[in-house]
């Protein structure tokens, strides 16, 4: 009933067998102990398990892990090194924007989703784009306040 | 000593998280990331009636089951009670849908939803009640043997002399608002893994604000001594007052290990998570209210009617009563009268929403004398001002006030969002309110904390507060560097593990800065005392003289002449004594004649002002503005502090205009994210932060809470749309489809 596939996780590639029904956010919590990315809702409503997948933000509750096959999935865990945290991890922590950590990490994968393909998006296109997230703690005030944060600073290096 | 945060070196600072880093690259522990050797999954069968008689459970095929490994009833845990109304697992009775019957252990979570599916239960369904209506009527089947006419809790209470009162007020008006149930949505799902399989000894892994009350309760209840129930308090994905005591799936996790001899995790999958945990249930307010015509309050009577639902959660129980303080908490008055009535239904028993509910008490007041003012050609700005209490002040409930901001918030809420120009001068449609609160910063408790000092200068803070995304460790930390004179990246903070926690009932009821706080200054003061002693010899002054700060010991008079911190800490552990600096410190509240539900020390009090727009065709509101005033005592670190009060609208914002769980016949109709209504990212307000300061005499470094302070306080949206539409809805939460109802049963009028 498993069939063989190959994951490419954070550019590494990974050779699981899996079971046809079970979920992308199963397979990298359980399989490549991958537990940055979150588990919660598993309906798709929350936002908690985003991951990038091909450059677009995908919710990983709702994708099959043998549907991943060949695509490129990039986790949480691929930002920021002993040598210092990516731009967007900086700024939510400097901006207040971080409480339970819970959904945090889905948070900042939406964000980096869109600068990768916006890099200078404005007020709505940012609450937009966190939409589809929930923090209940924060109350998307200071999310919203750290990626414009993190937009502004990308605009000053430049 | 300093006066003002200005003299501080650490307090006072915008602290960004100390854990950050670890939250932000997905590094941080919660308990569904643990995988324990050996961990099996549970699944737990619940009842899909409201109300019946168990006739058989038959876990025969689920038996027959490859991968199952344990499965457990009411045989189980025979008597075995979670509180006086409840058993672990349901016996011969179930209350409602969703009630514990059965549960199973598997090798992994699809076996184990398979097994659950396999034990079959046949109930015979029996006659339910689920309203307050239909519990108390006559004939109506008693839920639990004792508790006749469903009455679960009866209790009334004056003080001053209530009738004098209302005879001699120039106006008297009684209104009502009712609530519907809602839910917390916690990010992080309940959750737990219980390690039962050494005889008696059990770990338990699960989010929760108080690690020593699941410890006790779990202790107690299970037969073992507490100590032998380590909890260990990971990260806490959310908690809004919901994770205070154990739950039932904590227990049936626990015998599920017991019986399988393996540790056993059992996660709430999607829908599954608004039954375990419905926050408010249904309840109504009914309020009285005099004033004279100055707008000089003279008595309030609430009558509180609530649906607890099925079951008695035990944590209720002491703020069930304790909300009649509320009552005389913001303003003066002469009399007030509390009638309360508690009464079960086979409705989900219910826990607290955020803010335990006192929003909903605040909320029906203040609604009641936004429109005594109107009704009475006053400012309602002007009449809460009025009667607003003061430093110095003593309640009709007993409650002494040593500090206190109500009056200095107001101003500056509405100075900051021009109330002037703006309330009655709006468009049509447009709305401005106001809405005071005030909160105990914990209750009559204790607190303690450790710290030892590396020889390098460096702090290990032992305690046993969580931090739930509060910011609570990282305020600690800042607490400790402050006192001891040194950075607070030198502290680091040590807690999650009832075995190394010093005693500390957790974070709840807004207790954190104030006791845990006062408990590490205490264990901070004691390590410098001993330091001081190397200090003052190797300088030559008297320790009293000696100034820690920025990481040096100093003579006051002569900063320069200066020893490093680090070098005193190394220079004591290798001197003749030898001595390893280790501090202790333990706070409690010091013994008063006051009523024990009320003896904190410390309140904070807040205003709010929100801004509103009501679109008349659809009943949609938009939050435009909230500007929030909070009386902190000390402001111990403004950026989580603000980060405190974004939550809170966020939540009140929720639970007023559109989080409800939409009920029929026991049912919950929206158990999703999806259906159930939260605000979005582009829906919230733009907000504006007032931090008042009033230095508590008893609180560290003159701090009082900001937990659930602020939320009490965002009754200022509802009375905005009741200003925006000239007609004060009365079912909450005040949705689209009600405010319609409001505004076209006002065209009527």
């Not at chain 1, 939409?131 to 200071?142: L, P, V």
């Not at chain 2, 009455?151 to 002399?161: A, H, L, R, V, W």
């Not at chain 2, 000696?546 to 190394?570: I, Q, T």
């Amino acid at each position: 009933m498993k069939s063989i596939i190959t994951l490419n996780v954070n550019g590494e590639v990974h050779e699981i067998a899996v079971n046809p029904w079970r979920t992308l956010v199963d397979v990298l919590r359980e399989d490549l102990k991958l537990t940055g990315t979150k588990r919660a809702c598993e309906q798709g409503a929350c936002g908690v398990c985003t991951v990038i997948m091909d450059g677009k933000a995908i919710l990983s509750c709702l994708a099959l892990a043998v549907d991943c096959a060949g695509h490129s999935i990039t986790t949480i865990e691929s930002l920021g090194s002993s040598d210092g945290l990516h731009p967007l991890q900086q700024s939510f922590i400097d901006n207040g924007a971080v409480q339970c950590g819970f959904c945090t990490p889905g948070v900042i994968m939406t964000a980096k989703a869109l600068l990768d393909e916006n890099p200078n998006p404005d007020d709505t296109a940012i609450k937009e784009a966190l939409a589809g997230t929930y923090c209940r703690c924060t109350g998307h005030i200071k999310t919203v306040e750290a990626v414009k944060k993190a937009v502004q600073a990308g605009r000053e290096v430049k | 000593m300093p006066r003002s945060s200005n003299d501080y070196s650490v307090i006072g600072k915008r602290q960004p998280k100390l854990d950050g880093p670890l939250k932000t690259t997905g590094r941080s522990q919660f308990t569904d990331d643990i995988d324990l050797p050996g961990m099996l999954h549970g699944k737990i069968v619940r009842s899909p009636v409201a109300r019946g008689k168990i006739i058989s459970i038959d876990t025969t095929k689920a038996e027959g089951l490859t991968g199952v490994k344990a499965i457990v009833t009411h045989e189980d845990c025979p008597g075995l009670m979670v509180s006086p109304d409840r058993k672990i697992l349901c016996s011969d009775r179930v209350n409602f849908i969703g009630d514990e019957v059965a549960a199973v252990a598997a090798v992994d979570e699809d076996t184990a939803a398979e097994a659950a599916e396999l034990i079959r239960v046949e109930y015979e369904p029996l006659e339910a009640v689920f309203s307050i209506e239909e519990t108390s009527a006559k004939g109506a089947p008693v839920i639990h043997e004792g508790y006749e006419k469903n009455i679960m809790d009866d209790y009334n209470i004056d003080f001053g002399n209530v009738e004098k009162a209302f005879a001699e007020a120039d106006h008297v008006r009684v209104g009502e608002c009712t609530f519907n149930p809602n839910h917390n949505c916690f990010a992080e799902h309940h959750v737990v893994i219980a390690d039962y399989s050494l005889p008696g000894k059990l770990s338990i892994w699960t989010p929760n604000q108080s690690p020593l009350y699941i410890q006790k309760s779990m202790g107690s209840i299970l037969g073992i001594s507490e100590s032998n129930v380590r909890v260990f308090n990971l990260n806490t994905g959310g908690a809004f007052s919901g994770r205070i005591g154990p739950r039932q799936h904590n227990f049936i996790a626990a015998i599920l290990s017991k019986k399988a001899s393996r540790p056993v995790k059992i996660r709430c999958a999607a829908d599954e998570e608004f039954v375990v945990y419905p926050g408010g249930g249904y309840f109504k307010y009914i309020i009285k209210t005099g004033v004279m015509n100055d707008g000089t309050l003279k008595a309030m009577e609430a009558t509180y009617l609530f649906d607890c639902g099925a079951y008695w959660n035990s944590s209720f129980n002491v703020l069930l009563r304790y909300k009649y303080h509320l009552i005389p908490q913001n303003y003066h008055m002469e009399a007030m009268r509390w009638k309360e009535k508690t009464v079960y239904t086979n409705n989900p028993p219910n826990m607290y929403p955020h803010g335990a509910a006192f929003l909903q008490l605040k909320l029906a007041q203040e609604t009641e004398l936004d429109i005594i003012a109107e009704e009475i050609g006053m400012d309602p700005l002007e009449l809460k001002f009025k009667n607003a209490v003061a430093k110095g002040d003593t309640t009709l409930t007993n409650v002494h006030y040593t500090s206190c901001g109500l009056k200095e918030s107001i101003k500056k809420v509405a100075k900051k969002s021009s109330w002037k120009k703006k309330f009655k001068k709006l468009p049509p449609f447009r709305g401005i309110g106001i809405g005071c609160g005030a909160m105990n910063s914990g209750g009559p408790d204790k607190s303690g904390a450790l710290i030892k000092i590396g020889e390098d200068g460096k702090i290990s803070l032992f305690i046993g507060l969580p931090d739930m995304g509060q910011g609570s460790h990282t305020a600690m930390a800042m607490i400790a560097a402050e006192t001891l004179g040194i950075a607070v990246e030198d502290v680091e903070v040590v807690a999650g593990d009832t075995n190394a926690a010093p005693f500390d009932i957790g974070a709840f009821g807004q207790r954190g800065t104030f006791f845990t706080g006062n408990a590490v200054k205490l264990a901070c003061l004691d390590a410098r005392k001993q330091l001081a002693e190397t200090a003052a010899k190797k300088l030559g002054v008297k320790t009293s003289l000696l100034v820690f700060r920025d990481g040096k010991v100093f003579y006051g008079e002569e900063p320069e002449k200066a020893v490093l911190f680090k070098d005193v800490v190394s220079q004591t552990l290798h001197s003749e004594d030898g001595k390893h600096i280790m501090g202790k410190g333990f706070y409690h509240t010091p013994t008063t004649s006051r009523e024990p539900w009320v003896s904190t020390l410390a309140y904070s009090f807040g205003a709010q002002v929100a801004e509103v727009e009501v679109d008349p065709d659809t009943g949609i509101v938009t939050l435009l503005k909230v500007t929030h005033a909070h009386d902190v005592g000390r402001a111990i670190n403004p950026l989580a502090i603000e980060g405190q009060i974004d939550g809170q609208v966020f939540s009140g914002m929720g639970q007023i205009l559109s989080e409800e769980c939409v009920m029929e016949k026991g049912k919950i109709l929206n158990p999703t994210m999806l259906n159930y209504r939260h605000a979005r990212s582009f829906e919230v307000p733009e907000m504006e932060y007032i931090i008042v300061e009033t230095n508590d005499p008893y609180g560290p470094y003159g701090a009082k809470e900001v937990g659930e302070g602020p939320i009490v306080c965002t009754m200022a949206i509802s009375n905005a749309v009741n200003n925006a539409i000239g007609n004060p809805v009365r079912e909450f939460p005040i949705t689209p489809e009600r405010i319609l109802q409001a505004i076209k049963a006002k065209g009527k009028k």
